[in-house]
T-cell receptor
């Protein structure tokens, strides 16, 4: 596609439910990144993928968060047993390679609201 | 990543140059200076980056001091659409790591 796409654009869920957020990177981009941005705050880095592997998962805020990437393309960020503090915009980005991670292209984000 | 310091907000008149400063006094020799911006309700957008030389592209110019402890992003003719949060980030080029964007500078371009 022309850019990074994310779905859903908005997600409202109840506390305790699981949610899945999807990211489709730009075709040919081997590196993929997840961030979150709470209201009025800067970006918080969560995890990155080089191909299908995530070398460092320590940026994930808790063990309720997990991410996977299959086929070197689509990635899913899963939040289990959501809490109100998980409410944020979750942003996905991709770059041609991890070595070029600073020239990232961002998707529009998924706004997650946990009631 | 080296720590950066940016003013929280700035105003600029439409059509004038916007000069956004960034201090990065602890920058190390292999760290680059990157600038992104985030327009309200959109994902961040890469603007420009540099190591030690000044850089220019179709969006902006980046001026890095000789000691590399500070830099300035210049938008030569600011428009209302340049209103955004501008992030200055310092990091090595090949280390994705647990990088964050910090709080940035909110630039408001006024008519």
């Amino acid at each position: 596609g022309a850019g990074v796409s994310q779905s859903p654009s908005n997600k409202v869920t109840e506390k305790g439910k699981d949610v899945e957020l999807r990211c489709d990177p730009i075709s040919g981009h081997t590196a993929l990144y997840w961030y979150r941005q709470s209201l009025g705050q800067g970006l918080e880095f969560l995890i990155y993928f080089q191909g299908n592997s995530a070398p460092d998962k320590s940026g994930l805020p808790s063990d309720r968060f997990s991410a996977e990437r299959t086929g070197g393309s689509v990635s899913t960020l899963t939040i289990q047993r959501t809490q109100q503090e998980d409410s944020a915009v979750y942003l996905c980005a991709s770059s041609l390679a991890v070595e070029l991670y600073n020239e990232q292209f961002f998707g529009p984000g998924t706004r997650l609201t946990v009631l | 990543d080296a720590k950066t310091t940016q003013p929280p907000s700035m105003d600029c008149a439409e059509g004038r140059a916007a000069n956004l400063p960034c201090n990065h006094s602890t920058i190390s020799g292999n760290e680059y200076v990157y600038w992104y911006r985030q327009i309200h309700s959109q994902g961040p957008q890469y603007i420009i980056h540099g190591l030690k030389n000044n850089e220019t592209n179709e969006m902006a110019s980046l001026i890095i001091t000789e000691d590399r402890k500070s830099s300035t992003l210049i938008l030569p003719h600011a428009t209302l659409r340049d209103t955004a949060v501008y992030y200055c980030i310092v990091r090595v080029r090949t280390n994705a790591g647990k990088s964050t964007f910090g709080d940035g500078t909110t630039l408001t371009v006024k008519p």
